[in-house]
C-alpha cells in the first residue's frame, strides 16, 4: 500500500505544475476568450492539453488514486473544448443563425416547403371558389370571431371600411392589434410544426384550411368589386405571414416524413435529427411572424394607397424570395446552432 501511494504521490509530482498551468489558461479562455492568451500561451494550450490526456491515459492504465483521474477527466474534457471549439456569443449566434443555419435548413427541405406553399394555394382556390359558388359555405372556412361581420350579407360600405381606416387610431391601439396578431399567427404556425409528430397528416389539413380561409374572404370581396383592394389589403403583411406558417408547415411535413419513411435510421434517431432543425426552423418562422405583425398592425393600417401596398408586396416577396435562395450559400451551418447539430467530440475524453 505503501508502495502504492509514493508511486501515486511521484506521479502526481513530476506532472502536477503542467496540470496546474493549464487549468489557469482553460480559466482564462472560459472567462474571456481566446483573446486572453498570448501568443505563446496559444502555442502552449495544446501541448498542455496533449500531455494532460497522455496522463490520463496513463492513470487509468495503471490504476492510480481515482482522486487525480477524476480531476484529470475534468480538466481534460475543460480544455478540449478551449482547443477545439470556438466560443460563440449570443449577438454573434443570432446573426449566423439568421445570416446562414435558417435559410439554409429551409433549402434542406424545399420539397416539404413546396407542398406546404401548394396546399396554402389549393386551399386558398377552394376556398375562393366554393364561397363564390355557394355564399353560405363562407361559414365553414370563417369563424364569427375572424369575420368580424365581414360576411356575404354585409354591405359594400361595411367591408371598405376595414380596407380604408382613417388612420386615426392612437399608436398604442395600434401596438396592441400587432401583438394580438402576433400572438394568434404564432399559434397557428407552431400549431403546424407541433402535428408533425403525428405523421405530417393534420399538418396538411391544418395548411389547406388556412388557405380555405384566406380564399373565403377574398371571395366576399370579390362579389362586391373589392377583389383588388383585398389583394393589396392582405399582402403586405400576408407574404410574410403565410411564409412563416408554410415554414413551420414545412418543418412538421419534415417531421413526419421522418418518421413514416426513417430509412436506414431508427425512427427515434429521425426523431431526434429532425426535431433540431425543425425547432430551428420555427423560431425563425416566429421572427417571421413578429415582421408580419408590424406590418399588419402599423403600416397596412396607416397607408390607404394601393399603389403603394402593392409595392411594398412586391418588395417584400422579392426579398424572402432572395433571402431563402441565396443568404448562407457556400457557408458550413452545422454548428451555428446548438439547436440544429451537436459540436462533434471525436477525440475528445471519455
Known amino acids: 500500500m505503501a508502495q502504492f501511494t509514493l508511486k501515486s504521490f511521484e506521479f502526481r509530482r ?5 496540470w496546474r498551468e493549464l487549468e489557469q489558461l482553460v480559466d482564462r479562455v472560459e472567462g474571456r476568450g481566446l483573446g486572453a492568451l498570448s501568443a505563446e500561451e496559444l502555442h502552449r494550450l495544446p501541448s498542455l492539453y496533449r500531455a494532460a490526456l497522455s496522463s490520463l491515459s496513463v492513470a487509468r492504465a495503471i490504476s492510480l488514486d481515482k482522486n487525480v483521474i477524476t480531476y484529470l477527466e475534468g480538466l481534460s474534457a475543460r480544455a478540449y473544448f478551449a482547443v477545439y471549439c470556438r466560443k460563440r456569443y449570443l449577438g454573434a449566434t443570432v446573426a449566423s443563425f439568421f445570416a446562414a443555419t435558417f435559410p439554409a435548413l429551409l433549402r434542406r427541405i424545399r420539397g416539404a416547403f413546396a407542398l406546404s406553399c401548394g ?14 359558388a355557394e355564399p353560405d359555405r363562407f361559414y365553414t ?6 369575420a368580424s361581420g365581414r360576411t356575404p350579407s354585409a354591405s359594400k360600405e361595411k367591408l371598405e371600411e376595414a380596407l380604408y381606416g382613417d388612420g386615426s387610431d392612437a399608436t398604442a391601439t395600434l401596438t396592441n392589434f400587432a401583438a394580438f396578431l402576433f400572438t394568434h399567427n404564432a399559434k397557428i404556425g407552431l400549431m403546424c410544426f407541433a402535428l408533425g409528430f403525428l405523421a405530417g397528416v393534420p399538418v396538411m389539413l391544418l395548411l389547406f384550411i388556412n388557405g380555405a380561409t384566406l380564399g373565403a374572404m377574398w371571395a366576399v370581396y370579390a362579389a362586391h368589386d373589392l377583389g383588388l383592394e383585398f389583394f393589396t389589403w ?3 403583411h400576408g407574404v410574410t405571414e403565410l411564409l412563416a406558417v408554410a415554414v413551420c408547415g414545412a418543418a412538421g411535413l419534415s417531421l413526419g416524413y421522418g418518421l413514416v419513411f426513417p430509412g436506414r435510421h431508427r425512427r427515434l434517431e429521425n426523431l431526434a435529427a429532425r426535431g ?3 425547432g430551428a426552423l420555427a423560431i425563425g418562422a416566429v421572427f417571421m411572424f413578429f415582421v408580419a ?3 399588419e398592425g402599423f403600416f397596412r393600417q396607416l397607408v390607404q394607397s394601393l399603389e403603394v401596398r402593392a409595392l411594398v408586396a412586391s418588395a417584400t416577396a422579392i426579398l424572402w424570395t432572395a433571402y431563402f435562395a441565396l ?6 451551418v452545422g454548428r451555428d446552432v446548438a439547436l440544429v447539430a451537436e459540436p462533434d467530440l471525436e477525440g475528445a475524453p471519455s
Do not use: H, K
Not at 14 to 18: I, S, T, W
Not at 119 to 132: D, N, Q
Not at 141 to 146: E, K, L, P
Open 14 to 18: 513530476e506532472r502536477e505544475a503542467q
Open 119 to 132: 396546399l396554402l394555394v389549393l386551399g386558398a382556390v377552394s376556398g375562393y371558389a366554393l364561397t363564390s
Open 141 to 146: 372556412f370563417v369563424s364569427a370571431d375572424m
Open 234 to 236: 392582405v399582402a403586405p
Open 327 to 332: 443568404a448562407g450559400r457556400g457557408r458550413s
Open 293 to 295: 405583425a408590424l406590418i
Open 276 to 278: 433540431r432543425e425543425a
